[in-house]
């Protein structure tokens, strides 16, 4: 289990990195229950004629699948089709395009040194692969690779590590019994196998695709307001500068006290926050009198709008069973650790046993 070690780990936990919490093996039985949800499972059905031409326009396979078992060029980017986002496509603006390249050696020896003991040495690892290996394009000029939304970090991770293995180098896969039919399933760690909590679509409606902000108006919901809330999506970016700001914080305050329900809504009240920490405390400190000033039914009201915006990455992942068709579903673990993410699994003979 990824432990923190200092004073500071309720509001970096609060900054939900994309790892769950893991053991080496279940430490319950996972309720599977007869119809899974589309909404919670959000796996992807591509039209097979769509994947056809992308394949063809980009010399990628379907990814997820098998991913860019055709693509020789190893080295370079290759543009990813948004669909396998999913539902959560939605929440990024429609001319955006993402690219992904291979790991590089440099950033492969880095991960071996990961401390699986270290939730900072983890962020810091996963960032490190982000930085290198995620680009971001749109119409207005280039994005950086920070802007992702938080909960889909460890999906452009697992992406670009099926990019940098698509031989099957280094496969993360363990065996299940089917709850509907008892036969065996194959759980393949991937990006696709991945499962979330998503907005119900009557909530959607409230969203700025474009500008990336939810506008919701309180009065709409008999709530006294002046005037309507803007809140935007959590993103790599800013949960980076609010640790940063945490941590300054904490050094220079005495080990500070942080309240830590306010860091749950502060990256939704701040459309930036800065990488400077004295500009950073400027917009957080907006951002905290905003929070003080509502009452208690208004935090009640804000308290249910985050509930039903949030996009939770969920600790479970799916397989489709081989002999009933139908969707299983197990605890998300790494049998192997973190750490084997990115190792390489070599042909060759072993040398020594450890």
């Not at 309720?31 to 063809?56: C, G, T, W, Y």
């Not at 590089?104 to 270290?118: A, C, G, H, P």
């Not at 760690?189 to 998503?198: E, I, V």
Request: aromatic share 12%.
């Amino acid at each position: 289990m990824v432990k923190r070690k200092d004073d500071v780990t309720l509001q970096e936990e609060a900054l939900a990195s994309q790892i769950p919490e893991f053991t080496e093996t279940p430490q319950e039985e996972v309720h599977v229950p007869e119809k899974i949800s589309s909404r919670i499972l959000n796996r992807n059905q591509v039209d097979e004629e769509e994947m056809a031409d992308f394949e063809k326009r980009t010399n990628a396979t379907g990814l997820g699948e098998n991913i860019f078992a055709k693509a020789e060029a190893r080295d370079g980017w290759i543009a990813i089709d948004r669909r396998l986002l999913g539902e959560r496509d939605f929440y990024y603006p429609e001319d955006w395009q993402f690219l992904v390249r291979p790991a590089t050696v440099e950033v492969v020896r880095n991960w071996s040194m990961l401390d699986e003991t270290n939730g900072n040495s983890i962020d810091d690892v996963f960032n490190e692969i982000l930085k290198y290996c995620l680009s971001i394009k749109s119409n207005t000029g280039v994005k950086t690779w920070q802007s992702i939304n938080n909960w889909d970090r460890f999906f452009f991770v697992l992406l670009i590590r099926e990019y940098t293995f698509v031989q099957g180098e280094s496969k993360v896969e363990f065996f299940e019994e089917c709850p509907y039919c008892e036969a065996e399933v194959k759980f393949n760690l991937d990006c696709q196998a991945l499962m979330y909590d998503l907005p119900d679509d009557e909530v959607k409606r409230y969203y700025d695709r474009e500008n990336r902000v939810w506008v919701i108006d309180p009065a709409d919901f008999e709530i006294p307001a002046e005037r309507a809330l803007y809140l935007y999506n959590p993103t790599v970016e800013k949960d980076a500068n609010i640790k940063a700001w945490l941590i300054a914080e904490y050094q220079e305050n005495n080990k500070k006290k942080f309240d830590p329900v306010f860091i749950k809504f502060l990256p939704w009240l701040c459309a930036k926050i800065s990488k400077d920490v004295p500009s950073a405390r400027v917009q957080i400190r907006k951002a905290e009198m905003t929070f003080k000033s509502w009452d208690t039914e208004m935090f009640s009201f804000m308290n249910d709008v985050l509930k039903n915006i949030s996009v939770t990455p969920s600790t479970n992942i799916s397989a489709i069973c081989p002999a009933c068709g139908e969707e299983a579903v197990t605890r998300l673990r790494f049998p192997d650790g973190v750490g084997a993410l990115f190792n390489v699994v070599n042909r060759r003979k072993k040398f020594g046993t450890k």
